[in-house]
């Protein structure tokens, strides 16, 4: 016996099988390749359909459950899926096509890929026993899943973790529109654009990211400058870690969770400045429980959201 989990993102999907015990028996990635509406919906069908059959050679054990993680808001009351990354995905009825095109009758379950980070945490990671976790998730966007009381919080609207809207800093300008001041300034993509604005102003800075056409700076291109001990670089990380600890000190004041875990594309690199956004977060958060809370990197890497979709499964068994 074993269960299927898919986790959608806005350039791939990864699908794997679970053993009950959470081992992977199976994994595959797929490129969304430019796909958009209701292509991104047959892929995810094909892949079910694939797993299901038995077609790939890995996979010998019947799939007795199914999750589905979508980079996005999953409304749970309508089944339906708004993906800005997805073109076509603003009402993407996806609970209803998935149950209409399986073969038989098998437990579907969806969510957000902010709640399949922390869920992936619980299950197999870092988060394994605790009841009150955040996992804050720095990539393109940014993210937080948030678990309380053992229970994901999904809010009124089922909109809960936006943290990417932030606000921490001022006055409001008409660039966070968008995406909002946290995403925009420490985000994959924000650290990106804070360079860009820096390269613009410094005109006399003439280091490793002058090299490069500024659309084409991106955030490995600092990290890298960074180690290589370029000033420009290191002032947009160390704006972003001020970023990232003033967030969690917010997290931490608002939900006393006994840990904040960071992942996502960006932790990765960024994990090397935890102690630097720990010591941010003490300055700004309730000064009791910034003492009871743990700060780290996730322990998942990249899959943090498929073991997520794994654990999405099991909770659709036992629905």
Known sequence: MAVLGLDLG??????????????IINKETIPLGGRTGTEVGHLILEQIRKFLSGSDADNTQEIEGIGVSVPGIYYADTGRVWAPNIPGWEEYPLLDEIRQNLHRRIPVKIDSD??????????????????????VAVGTGIGAGILIDGKILRGANDI??????????????????????????ASGDGLARVAREL??????????????????????????????????????LQNAIEYWGRAAANLVSLFNPEKIIFGGGVFGPAAQFLPEIRKE???????????????????????????????????????
Request: aromatic share 10%; glycine share 12%.
């Open 10 to 23: 806005g350039t791939k999907l990864a699908s794997a099988v679970f053993s009950l015990q959470g081992d």
């Open 114 to 135: 902010r709640a399949a980070y922390i869920l992936g945490e619980s299950w197999q990671g870092v988060a394994q026993g605790i009841q009150d976790a955040i996992f």
């Open 160 to 185: 809960a973790g936006a943290i990417g809207w932030l606000a921490l800093s001022k006055p409001y300008y008409p660039k966070y529109d968008v995406c909002g001041d946290f995403e925009y300034h």
């Open 199 to 236: 390269l613009s102003r410094d005109k006399k800075y003439d280091g490793e990211l002058r090299q490069i056409e500024p659309e084409e700076v991106t955030g490995k291109e600092i990290f890298a400058a960074c180690e290589n001990g370029d000033p420009l670089a290191a002032k947009v």
């Open 281 to 319: 977060a003490e300055q700004w958060a309730q000064p009791i429980s910034i003492q009871h809370v743990t700060i780290e990197a996730t322990s998942l890497g990249g899959d943090a959201g498929l073991y997520g979709t794994g654990k999405l499964a099991l909770l659709a068994l036992e629905s």
